[in-house]
């Protein structure tokens, strides 16, 4: 009984400490993204579709640098492989979400990132590329 419970808050800190980091890298895209968009005075994409790609592109080559300082797991993996490159996105994705609401109702811009979908998709090319790369 005493593995299973421990199995079980294996497998949730596993969500939330790879959540955590691709939040904190969502975080850090969409303030490099806001210094780009300073420079070029525009912060809105006019096909989704290819904004979404984009995303999850620019997530993936996250995904890769952090392999160079972090190649390893984050936690000890769980038994449920691959389980983590869908539910911690999803985390991801609702943590952008409120940072940009939180934003709007400061009367402040909101980038593209700093919303659930595009953030989603960054933390999911993330995800994916130290889901099949980490050693």
Request: net charge neutral.
């Amino acid at each position: 009984m005493l593995e299973l419970l421990f199995a079980f808050l294996e497998l949730v800190l596993e969500i939330l400490l790879e959540a955590a980091f691709e939040f904190a890298a969502d975080f850090l895209g969409a303030l490099v993204l806001r210094g780009i968009a300073e420079i070029f005075n525009t912060s809105e994409f006019k096909n989704p579709l290819v904004a979404c790609i984009g995303y999850v592109f620019l997530g993936g080559l996250a995904g890769g640098l952090s392999l160079f300082f972090i190649p390893h797991h984050l936690v000890h993996p769980s038994k449920v492989p691959g389980l983590s490159v869908v539910i911690s996105p999803i985390l991801a994705g609702f943590g952008m979400s409120l940072v940009g609401s939180t934003l709007r109702k400061r009367n402040k811009n909101a980038m593209q990132l700093e919303n659930f979908g595009y953030g989603f998709a960054f933390a999911f090319g993330m995800a994916l590329v130290r889901f099949c790369f980490v050693k």
